[in-house]
């Protein structure tokens, strides 16, 4: 059987009829669906990538020192990691890569188990149906997965979709029950910046969580979100030695590179701060006239304390919700794509322009 036969069909295809009503809108449609950043690339990070473009021979997969010195730099300095080491950090070509081929990259298979929120990103699912493995859904990873068949546990905190973050003390219960039994936890922590509402993300690589040993452990950092750098493509990841290590590796043989001006790019992102304080306030004058207006209008938003959506519900079946929303030229994701428990909640996400979000609110209201 081929891949592509054994996966499911791509979630965003089922979406199609209800953008081409919500498109039918005299107005136009304002697409909360997908999250994907419309502000400007910030100037900063445009001048390094141009800065770089003659760049004719092959980047190192291992990344620039001055790359792996600013992940370190910024691990360290917004989210505590005292142990951050340039030599232990690993750019991605984006992180929905990594997230997608990490378990055929530590050779997983088929008796191997990979473990996932049970309201999570589909790639999670994904990656381990492409390496043959297990998957498994959770509530809580330490009563719902074996032990012996679970290699890999996919944390993420802030989540997508519902916005949830996982106290240090939380994290650091799953920590050590994965510690005992030798299973590797991958945290993505690509919404850690965006806490609302005095919500403070903390990193699975954090003293509080994880000691002063990263053993075990890795976490995944995308720049998509706090420097609009989806187009780009650019992540790293951070950790134990050993994986990171293993993972470089493997990437080597199969050209898994970042392109030599987006490693500029990333380096000029990760040390610059204010574009990113600019960019969270602008989420958060969305994030609030559109709960605002959700709320306004009857739906119940739960969780949604980071990240960059809001998970709403009228209790009522998604795709009700997400019909009739776009008779009104408003697209939303239904909470199915997310795992069965989402079956009653569409996930609004915030990144839609300021006159999108303004045009939103007046049609909910």
């Known amino acids: 059987m081929s891949i592509s036969a054994r996966l499911p069909v791509f979630p965003w295809d089922r979406l199609e009829p209800y953008l081409d009503t919500a498109a039918a809108h005299p ?30 021979g092959y980047p190192l997969t291992y990344g620039t020192a001055a790359l792996r010195e600013a992940a370190a730099q910024y691990l360290r300095e917004w989210h505590g990691v005292s142990g951050a080491a340039p030599a ?17 990259l530590l050779d997983l298979r ?7 929120p049970a309201l999570a990103y589909p790639t999670y699912e994904i990656g381990a149906l492409i390496a043959r493995a297990g998957a498994a859904r959770y509530d809580d990873p330490v009563a719902d997965l074996d032990p012996v068949r679970t290699r890999l546990l996919w944390l993420n905190s802030p989540s997508n979709p519902t916005g949830r973050v996982l106290p240090a003390a939380e994290l650091r219960r799953i920590v050590a029950w994965a510690r005992e039994h030798g299973i590797l936890v991958v945290s993505d922590e690509c919404y850690i910046e965006l806490g609302w509402e005095g919500t403070e993300p903390v990193s699975v690589l954090h003293p509080d969580v994880c000691g ?5 452990l890795v976490a995944v950092h995308s720049l998509s979100k706090r420097s609009n750098f989806a187009g780009y493509r650019g992540a790293f990841l951070a950790g134990d030695p050993a994986v990171v290590a293993e993972l470089l590796g493997v990437r080597k043989h199969a050209g898994m590179i970042v392109p030599q001006p ?3 790019a990333m380096t000029a992102a990760l040390g610059d701060r204010a574009h990113a304080v600019e960019q969270k306030e602008r989420y958060a004058r969305r994030r609030a006239a559109l709960r605002g207006a959700f709320e306004a209008a009857g739906f119940r938003v739960e969780h949604s304390e980071a990240s960059l959506y809001l998970w709403a519900t009228r209790d009522e079946e998604c795709w009700q919700t997400v019909g009739d929303l776009a008779k009104h030229g408003v697209l939303v994701a239904p909470g199915e794509f997310y795992g069965p428990a989402g ?3 569409v996930r609004v996400a915030f990144t839609a322009t300021d006159e999108r979000v303004a045009a939103a609110v007046s049609r909910l209201g």
């Open 343 to 345: 079956r009653n909640f």
């Open 262 to 264: 987006v490693q500029a």
């Open 88 to 104: 232990h950090i690993l750019p991605l070509i984006g992180s929905k890569e990594l997230v997608g081929w990490l378990p055929t």
């Open 27 to 56: 107005d136009g449609v304002v697409d909360l669906s997908v999250g994907t950043p419309v502000d400007p690339v910030p100037e900063v990070i445009r001048q390094a990538l141009a800065a770089a473009a003659d760049s004719p």
């Open 110 to 116: 088929e008796g191997d188990q990979v473990g996932y």
């Open 212 to 216: 002063d040993s990263h053993d075990g």
